[in-house]
């Protein structure tokens, strides 16, 4: 088990360019979990999927958006006509269903847009 | 809506010092209660959890309790080390739907000096 992975670690990107992020998850965990957290905030929750089903989006989340997760196992999320705003880091975190589960978080993804 | 609110920081202390970090809730059902730690450079770990009221969770030195009636769960700690320099955040995540989703505070800083 290595965890919660994300790639890329660090992206620079122009205004308007689009940017795909990757999560790849905890093997057995059927859920997965968006958040974007900027400098001296705490995460702040955008999208969940539970298997390959995208089940609740935040208002955070606008049309320039995307995540999907196809076939229930990696995520992506896909930016389109970045704005300097969309400047933060991007964390991933996956968890089993039941219960009280652990949410485990990847090391993230900062997104800079220049 | 739900929120949650931690005290400023940064916090300084010197090692072996006692520890507490306030956090309070703001919740429409009877959520469950985390906190999570970001060693410099590493993803978000969980550090502990309380499930109902009166509950104390513990880890690595850590207590928090779930105090209902005040909606507080704050973190303390007997005699900090200078390896607990990290960010603290506290979150919570509401039982409604059982989406494990978490709504964190924004974070609460602290450096320990030798």
């Known amino acids: 088990d290595t965890g919660v992975s994300q790639d890329p670690r660090h992206k620079i990107t122009k205004r308007g360019q689009n940017v795909t992020f990757r999560c790849d998850p905890i093997?057995?965990?059927?859920?997965l979990y968006w958040y974007r957290q900027t400098l001296g905030q705490g995460p702040e929750f955008l999208t969940y999927f539970q298997n390959e089903a995208q089940l609740e989006k935040s208002r955070l989340l606008s049309d320039r958006f995307s995540a999907e997760r196809p076939k229930g196992s990696f995520s992506t999320l896909e930016i389109q006509r970045t704005e300097q705003g969309d400047s933060a880091m991007y964390l991933c975190a996956s968890s089993r269903t039941g219960g009280t589960p652990e949410a485990f978080f990847g090391q993230g993804t900062r997104l800079t847009v220049v | 809506g739900n929120s949650v609110t931690q005290m400023e920081g940064p916090v300084t202390l010197s090692e072996e010092a006692f520890l507490t970090i306030n956090c309070t809730y703001t919740?429409?059902?009877?959520?469950?209660l985390f906190w999570y730690v970001q060693y410099p450079g590493e993803g978000l770990q969980l550090l502990l959890k309380?499930?109902?009221?009166?509950d104390k969770g513990s880890n690595k030195g850590f207590e928090a309790t779930y105090r209902k009636e005040t909606t507080s769960f704050h973190l303390e700690k007997g005699s900090v080390q200078v390896s607990d320099s990290a960010v603290y955040f506290c979150?919570?995540?509401?039982?409604?739907?059982?989406?494990?989703?978490?709504?964190f505070g924004q974070g609460t800083t602290l450096q320990v000096k030798p």
């Open positions: 979150a919570l995540s509401d039982r409604v739907g059982n989406t494990g989703k978490l709504i």
């Open positions: 309380a499930t109902k009221a009166d």
């Open positions: 919740a429409t059902g009877y959520p469950s």
């Open positions: 093997s057995e965990h059927n859920r």
